[in-house]
């Protein structure tokens, strides 16, 4: 068997590099960590929190100080944790809850600093209102009027949401009346909602800065849920960007906070630092920066590889632009793939890092370069199947070009269609792979990130052995015995439907027929939107994956989302599995985006010149490389990076299959992959 005798030369090679990393650390001498893929970067991250720990954890425990390892999934955090064992000296999160925990308990300032965003929302929506042209009607209002219109809309709230779905004839029949006085206000239907709901916005973020001024209960503290990645800015709750926005106001604006966040915790090291956000990373520099100036010890060490850098936001290569000075330690060495495959991915990242196996025996696997035609798709995996003798046991992981196809071949196809062509998504395409098809529910949109918190309770409920803890909030359990306990959990596993539809609808009628406020708080958690229970489950997927419908575009939007709220609830829960990587079939299909940080035997990719809504995608790419015209741009990185993810998550068997012409590129592609035959 291949890939199980490391080199003695190169062991010891990477043993020195990884005591160049703990030298790094004694002297405090912050470092960019940078291996390819399949290098071990996990290790040598969990090594140093071992070096830590056991050269400096005394001083550490005196102190009553903690190192911080931040990482970028849950997922990552529980690996580290496993790899790592038990320690009271080394908090793992992800990097919004270290935000979090890090600010959290300077409420004073964060209030300041959310008072501040509430003002600055005001004055965009005011300033939308005034310069919009959807909004004539209401400019044209005297001040009073536009006052007493505000009062009666606010007054008639419930009505409004109840009523917002209906068609305009039925709209106007319900307000036309007590909107008389209002000239030609209702004379675009469409129009007048989204003034309605913009009025609506105003003067809840305007009420919640009277409470915060009052100091009212519920307005003394600002609130972040993982759970949840929208704000809800006037229930005082932020989502995940705007708590990295409020973390660098508070940061920046307070030395006295930078100096106990450098004398709590020491040591920070940063995993996938090229997937992290501009402002962690100058929150780090500002850190450096002030530790130098009081001449206290503080250590930054990031861990990670430019060329896997593939989400939009990450710092990716231009780490050293934000944060100046880092020592670059490189290691060299590949432990995931056979000697095939690490030459193919060094042929596509070209780059300072050239990678070599760190195993003698590293040859014995197989790569191989096919161009074909999409009518060769299915006999090329089957191929391969039976090949490989693929099973559940051995299975084949195939990345595909489209979104679609993964949905295709997961089960998942209409609830793919419907959010593909909703308004928000044909507009913003891109972000459809990371807010459907993240498995990393951070980066899930709003409304895959409700129906996800749906299926997951309704998973865990009906799991005998999950602790309550994992199924409702300490808040609705606290105070109830063991009896009245086992009452609730009962007649929540009543809730049942076989469309999405039929669960909400189950779940909405407890919260309806019973008066009991522990069951009103639960799901208020779940459905979380503005206007529960009054505005539908169908206006709020329309308010959101449709902003500002024109009227003549109501009744076929109504019918999509009707459609979409009767798929077949075992449709949702596939997609569930997918998102949690839960897959039970012998080939699994992946985005290209969705394999980051896998690693598998067989890898089988679809390609072609297309990528998404670029027709031209990979074929610039190969051209570029053809023509020696390797561009430092965007796009050319973006493309070799993903390319380069791809390729590298084989162990052993690589093979691509090129769904278009590649004769203008056919050297190129020989450059890389040495062989192109046809299929």
């Known amino acids: 068997m291949s890939l199980s005798i490391i080199s003695s030369e190169k062991r010891e090679q990477e043993i020195d590099i990884q005591q160049e990393i703990f030298n790094s650390i004694d002297q405090n001498e912050n470092i960019i960590f940078s291996s390819g893929a399949g290098s071990g970067k996990t290790y040598s991250l969990v090594e140093s929190l071992k070096h830590i720990i056991n050269k400096h954890g005394s001083r550490l425990k005196v102190h009553n100080q903690k190192i911080i390892c931040i990482t970028y999934t849950n997922v990552a955090v529980e690996e580290v944790k496993n790899r790592l064992g038990n320690s009271e000296l080394v908090l793992v999160s992800t990097i919004h809850e270290r935000i979090w925990e890090l600010i959290k308990d300077y409420q004073k300032e964060l209030v300041k600093i959310h008072q501040f965003k509430l003002n600055e929302e005001i004055s965009i929506l005011n300033n939308k209102l005034n310069a919009d042209s959807k909004f004539t009607a209401f400019r044209n209002l005297s001040n009073e009027q536009k006052s007493s219109l505000a009062d009666l809309m606010i007054s008639q709230t419930e009505l409004f949401y109840k009523s917002q779905d209906e068609n305009a004839a039925k709209f106007r029949d319900i307000f036309g009346a007590q909107l008389k006085d209002f000239p030609n206000i209702l004379k675009n239907y469409s129009d007048f909602k989204e003034l309605i709901k913009i009025i609506y916005k105003i003067n809840n973020y305007a009420s919640c800065l009277q409470h915060i001024d009052a100091k009212k209960e519920g307005y003394l503290k600002v609130k972040y849920n993982a759970s949840y990645n929208s704000d809800r800015l006037h229930w005082m709750r932020i989502s995940h960007d705007t708590l990295l926005e409020y973390g660098i106001k508070i940061i920046k604006s307070h030395n006295v906070l930078q100096q106990i966040i450098i004398d709590q915790h020491p040591y920070f090291l940063i995993d996938e630092y090229q997937d992290t956000e501009k402002t962690v990373i100058e929150i780090m520099s500002i850190l450096t920066q002030r530790s130098k100036e009081i001449n206290h010890p503080f250590f930054v060490g990031y861990f990670g590889d430019p060329a896997q850098n593939i989400y939009d936001g990450g710092i990716g290569k231009n780490i050293n632009k934000v944060h100046p000075n880092l020592k670059t330690i490189i290691k060299p060495f590949n432990r995931r793939s056979t000697e095939e495959v690490v030459n193919i991915i060094n042929a596509i990242r070209n780059d300072e890092i050239k990678q070599s196996s760190i195993y003698d025996d590293s040859k014995g696997g197989s790569v191989k370069f096919y161009a074909g035609q999409n009518d060769k798709i299915d006999a090329f995996i089957e191929e391969y199947k039976s090949k490989w003798s693929i099973s559940l046991q051995n299975k084949l992981h195939c990345l595909v070009l489209t979104n679609k196809s993964v949905a295709d071949y997961s089960g998942f196809s209409n609830i793919y269609t ?49 602790p309550v803890q994992d199924v409702l909030n300490k808040y609705i359990y606290s105070d109830m015995d063991i009896g009245l306990l086992r009452v609730f959990i009962a007649s929540l596993k009543k809730i049942k439907g076989n469309t999405l539809h039929e669960l909400l609808e189950s779940i909405t009628s407890i919260y309806t027929s019973i008066e009991n406020k522990k069951y009103k708080e639960l799901i208020n958690q779940l459905f979380d939107f503005e206007g529960f229970p009054h505005k539908s489950i169908e206006s709020y997927l329309s308010e959101i994956l449709y902003p500002n419908l024109k009227e003549e575009d109501i009744a076929e939007t109504a019918k999509a989302i009707e459609d979409f709220l009767n798929i077949n609830l075992n449709e949702f829960e596939l997609w569930y599995k997918y998102i949690l990587r839960e897959n039970e079939t012998e080939i699994v299909y992946h985005t290209y985006h969705g394999t980051k940080g896998l690693e598998f035997d067989n890898v089988l990719i679809l390609m072609g010149n297309a990528f998404g809504k670029n027709k031209m995608y990979f074929k610039n790419f190969f051209m570029a490389v053809q023509n020696g015209a390797e561009e430092d741009n965007e796009e050319f990185e973006q493309t070799k990076n993903l390319l380069y993810v791809a390729c590298s998550r084989a162990i052993k068997n690589l093979r691509i299959l090129y769904l278009d012409d590649v004769t203008d590129f056919k050297a190129a592609l020989s450059k890389i992959f040495f062989d192109v035959k046809p299929y």
């Open 418 to 466: 419907f959010f593909a062509n909703t308004k928000k998504y044909k507009v913003g395409f891109q972000q459809l792979n990371t807010e459907l098809l993240s498995d990393n529910q951070v980066r899930l949109g709003e409304i895959p990130s409700f129906i996800y918190r749906i299926l997951e309770f309704k998973s865990k409920l009906s799991l005998k052995n999950t």
